[in-house]
């Protein structure tokens, strides 16, 4: 028989690997009743400025689903609360998330919710005001405010790439008329795409430089109007949806229409006119302001 003596130190090591593994172990078998236990929420808690809400569930899918999230995408929750919309937008769709959260409490139950959905790779829970916060990276932006922080956020929302995805649950964004909408039992969500800013007098020419033509847009959100040609000819069919635009105007022997996308103070269009399409440059002349629009202290309801 073979005796293996184990010193009193090597014990103690071996003591000590064996709770940090049973630790590790604590860790990993962590469950949302585990996470809640240090800190549970109270529906209607009052926040920094508004009161806490947890979206439900059914209407989590419907705003994701709304802004057609993808795994290309990232998105960022603003009054993140416990991260729910961020972790089932990396669940279901792959897509990388950052929640935004002011209130401390809730910035450490959404991480560790982060870490029992086992999305920690994804999703990043970040403690902050959303009015001091860069998310101009997003390619979709959720909200669960009020009417009043949502218009405030306006101009930083109007500012970020054209085609941005915004979607706010149960509130409007002034007069910002919404894209698309969805009401229901469970609530109301409102979509808006953020567009182009192409306000400005234009300078169409064709590729072959054959043709040209000049174009004055007026825009008010996605909105447009204008004029067209030496006549002043007025736009009609007129659409901005993220960078695409369209448009159409008569001459006195045809109508020419226009569908483009734009990147800053250029467009790449198609015109068609007499029958035929032709590749068209588009480039501002000169910008002006979007037009002016009634106040919004009193947000219209829908």
């Known amino acids: 028989m073979h005796t293996h003596r184990v010193s009193i130190g090597a014990a103690i090591r071996i003591v000590a690997l064996a709770l940090l593994l049973a630790s590790a172990q604590a860790v990993d078998a962590r469950t949302r009743q585990d996470c809640e236990q240090a800190y549970t929420p109270r529906n209607g808690q009052r926040g920094k400025d508004v009161l ?5 569930d059914i209407m989590v899918e419907r705003m994701l689903a709304m802004a057609k999230v993808t795994g290309n995408d990232l998105l960022y929750d603003l009054g993140a609360g416990d991260g729910k919309i961020a972790i089932t937008a990396a669940k279901r769709y792959g897509a990388a998330a950052v929640g935004i959260e002011y209130n401390p409490d809730l910035v450490q139950l959404a991480k560790c919710l982060v870490e029992v959905e086992g999305v920690g790779h994804l999703v990043s829970i970040q403690q902050g005001d959303l009015f001091e916060m860069d998310f101009s990276d997003a390619t979709v932006v959720m ?9 405030r956020l306006r101009p930083t929302l109007l500012a ?5 995805r915004v979607v706010s649950n149960s509130f409007m964004m002034g007069h910002w008329q919404p894209d698309d909408r969805v009401l229901s039992r469970e609530g109301r969500a409102y979509l808006w795409v953020v567009p182009a800013q192409v306000a400005g007098t234009w300078q169409f020419v064709s590729k072959t430089g054959e043709h040209r033509f000049s174009v ?4 008010m959100f996605q909105q447009l109007s204008g004029t067209a040609g030496e006549r002043g000819a007025k736009l009609k069919a007129t659409r901005l949806h993220g960078a695409h635009i369209e ?3 008569d001459t006195p022997d045809e109508r020419i229409q226009l569908t483009g996308r734009v990147n800053g103070d250029r467009i790449e269009a198609t015109v068609r006119r007499g029958g035929k399409s032709a590749a068209y440059i ?6 002006t302001a979007t037009l002016p629009f009634a106040g919004d202290r009193t947000p219209p309801r829908r």
């Not at 806490?52 to 439900?56: A, Q």
């Not at 909200?143 to 218009?151: A, D, I, M, Q, R």
């Not at 970020?160 to 941005?164: L, Q």
């Open 52 to 56: 806490w809400v947890p979206t439900n």
């Open 143 to 151: 909200l669960y405010l009020s009417p009043n922080l949502n218009v």
């Open 160 to 164: 970020m790439k054209p085609g941005t």
């Open 216 to 219: 004055h847009l007026n825009q």
């Open 247 to 249: 448009f159409a105007f």
């Open 282 to 287: 588009g480039t501002r002349v000169s910008a």
